[in-house]
């Protein structure tokens, strides 16, 4: 795994709170609301607009996960609730959304109440370190661009796995650090990218397995979407080039601003392959 020995100076001492991802889910609030309720990467194979992409790496992940209509779901990092309603609404899931925005739940809630979502999403504005959700109690915990920010991930992997039913699966995509040997050059990328994005650390993609079989889950299936995913970071990019989101920033602090200056640093480290993007489905044991 790579890790942060220290969270950047900025992040600890200008914006006081339990965790340096207040940060990222605050500005994700101004550079990516206007794509829709989904803030993650999307998946591209063609001409995809954003948000076309954006369903298909959800909908890419709900197929391999197996998601089953009626499920119990419980999405760690909701964010603005795009992949609950979308549970929801496509697989006729029984979601509870987790975030740590107040204004990301209210965002989720309203969004789900106005488009008449059913069943309906509830949502939590928890930690997703310290929420209790109770154990043996859903059929899948889903988690799309969340773990990234925790600080104890083995952890936190351990508590995801005692909240699933027998049986139940574990979904998850995220940002990875390559596998080792990592050289200076890959490692400062990551590094950068630990910066400005507020990751305490990023694991490899065998971290990740190894979180799983070690929280007792068996691993389902696994694989990288670097190449599928990269085109989220361009388009990023050149949106906040042509609208006022970086002047936005700079009035709400160095930390914003910290944030958008680092869409190139994971840009880079996904084409250098100092990064990777992986998608991950593991498995509660009956």
């Known amino acids: 795994m790579f890790l942060k020995e220290r969270v950047s100076s ?10 340096p991802s207040t940060t990222h889910v605050s500005i994700s609030e101004s550079t990516r609301t206007h794509s829709g309720p989904h803030i993650h990467h999307g998946y591209w194979e063609e001409n995809e607009s954003t948000q076309v992409a954006q369903v298909k790496l959800t909908n890419k992940l709900a197929n391999l996960a197996e998601i089953r209509a009626g499920s119990v779901v419980y999405d760690i990092g ?5 992949s609950s309603q979308w ?5 006729s899931c029984h979601v509870t959304g987790v975030t740590l925005s107040p204004v990301q739940r209210l965002w989720a809630a309203s969004s789900a109440k106005w488009n008449r979502v059913s069943p309906a999403p509830k949502f939590l504005c ?7 959700l109770g154990s043996n109690s859903a059929d899948y915990v889903w988690s799309i661009e ?9 952890a936190f992997f351990k508590k995801a796995a005692s909240w699933l039913k027998p049986g139940g ?11 080792s040997p990592i050289n200076a050059d890959e490692r400062k990328q990551v590094e950068q990218v630990c910066d400005g994005m507020f990751c305490p650390s990023l694991g490899s993609q065998s971290d990740y397995v190894q979180w799983f079989e070690d929280a007792g889950l068996r691993m389902v299936n696994t694989g990288i979407w670097t190449r599928q995913v990269e085109r989220t970071w361009e388009i990023c990019k050149a949106r906040v080039e042509r609208t006022g989101v970086r002047y936005l920033a700079r009035l709400l ?11 190139d640093a994971i840009l880079n480290a996904y084409k250098s392959g100092a990064m990777e993007y992986g998608f991950f489905v593991a498995e509660k044991g009956v």
């Not at 900025?10 to 965790?19: F, H, N, V, Y």
């Not at 909701?78 to 795009?82: E, F, T």
């Not at 699966?169 to 596998?179: G, Q, Y």
């Not at 602090?253 to 869409?263: A, D, M, Q, S, V």
Request: contains cysteine; proline residues 5%.
């Open 169 to 179: 699966r574990f979904a998850l995509c995220a940002w990875l650090a390559k596998e």
């Open 126 to 132: 928890k930690d997703a370190e310290q929420v209790e």
């Open 253 to 263: 602090g160095k930390n914003h601003t910290l944030f958008l200056n680092h869409f």
């Open 78 to 82: 909701c964010g603005m609730g795009g």
């Open 146 to 154: 969340c773990t990234e920010h925790l600080f104890d991930k083995p």
């Open 10 to 19: 900025i992040a600890s001492t200008e914006r006081p709170g339990p965790k």
């Open 87 to 91: 549970l929801a609404k496509h697989r």
